[in-house]
């Protein structure tokens, strides 16, 4: 029984982190998108096609 729990553990603990690291890159790639959006529509004036 000592095994399962180890690895529950373990587990739990990676799931943890993995959902850290998906949400502060969530997170980071949303704010990139807003700022690039900001900056096209503020430049949209000087983009010809």
Known sequence: ????????????AG???AGVVILVTGLVVGIISIVNGALLLKRKSEIEF
């Open 1 to 12: 029984m000592e095994r399962v729990y180890k690895t529950m553990k373990v587990t739990g």
């Open 15 to 17: 799931c943890i982190a």
